[in-house]
């Protein structure tokens, strides 16, 4: 397929049941985040659902590039994101603010975390931080091909009961993995798997108390805002941008600014590397 095809209609031949409608991300079902860290085989995992055709352009203020795409899957369109390569959440970089805001206050219905089979130990940094904010995702191990060649094999389903989510083994490139992803994106989104996340932040006794009258607090302040306990832990660790979200009263509606307030005009089409 060239760079300039449209992928309006075009299936993939080994299942009828996804289609990839490259840049067509109207009137959709659900939101997709694809979250991981650089070099994990991200973008790749991106082409392979969405048909090697994507809007990017900035994010709202920000240098950090956006992509964006659109796939249809047993009759129901997802819009999946692509955010910035990162190692962290913790807004010590414009890319690690844009990931984290958008996971967190996007409330994207799926997270799809690509780790590294190869390196999956470094990689599990990233998502034990995504778990913390996201009740919903998708653990995308990819790169089973490398760590094979390695002599690295993962065991998908013990990590999956560890983490709490899915674990779906692929070899992105070659295809391997996407027809299962798929479905676990789709039970996860429609609520078939109901995700327990992991959720590893130990925080001591003499803090406890606060947290919890903190996260009392917030909800009051924010009805329905997601994962308000996390959002107390950062403001008690001092996060600038946590705090002026809320003395601005922006938090209640951060998600909305996420998700719309960047400029379409400014969009255009690209193939990022992973």
């Known amino acids: 397929m060239s760079d300039n095809q449209n992928c309006d209609s075009c299936a993939v ?15 959709t079902d659900f939101i997709i985040a694809l979250a ?14 969405t048909g090697l055709r994507q809007h990017t352009g900035n994010w709202p203020g920000k240098t950090v590039s956006r992509a964006e795409g659109a796939f249809i899957y047993k009759d129901q369109k997802y819009k999946i994101v692509d955010l910035p390569g990162t190692y962290s959440l913790l807004s010590t970089s414009t890319d690690e603010e844009v990931a984290r805001d958008f996971i967190l206050f ?3 219905d799926v ?3 690509v780790v590294d089979a190869y390196r999956l130990e470094r990689n599990l940094n990233l998502a034990l931080q995504v778990l ?27 990590l ?10 692929a070899a992105a490139r070659q295809g391997v993995g996407i027809a299962e992803l798929l479905k676990n994106i789709s039970d996860v989104a429609n609520g078939r798997y109901v995700c327990k996340p992991r959720r590893i932040i130990d925080i001591p006794s003499d803090v406890k108390n606060s947290v919890d009258v903190l996260t009392k607090q917030i909800l009051e302040e924010f009805p329905g805002l997601p994962n ?9 660790e001092g996060d600038q941008r946590i705090i002026d979200a809320v003395k601005s009263g ?10 719309h307030e960047f400029d379409e005009e400014k969009l255009n089409e690209n193939i990022p590397a992973d």
């Open 13 to 27: 031949p080994h299942k009828a049941s996804l289609v990839r409608l490259g840049i067509d991300m109207s009137d």
């Open 36 to 49: 991981g860290n650089p070099n994990t085989g991200k973008s790749t995992v991106f082409n392979a659902l």
């Open 106 to 108: 996007g409330q994207p």
């Open 111 to 113: 997270t799809v975390i």
């Open 132 to 158: 913390e904010i996201t009740d919903k995702a998708v653990l995308c191990l990819n790169l089973v091909d490398e760590a094979k060649r390695h002599n690295i094999f993962v065991d998908e389903r013990s």
């Open 160 to 169: 999956s009961r560890e983490l709490g989510v899915p674990v779906v083994p």
């Open 228 to 236: 308000a306990r996390w959002v107390a832990l950062r403001l008690l």
């Open 250 to 259: 922006e938090l209640g509606d951060l998600g909305r600014k996420v998700e």
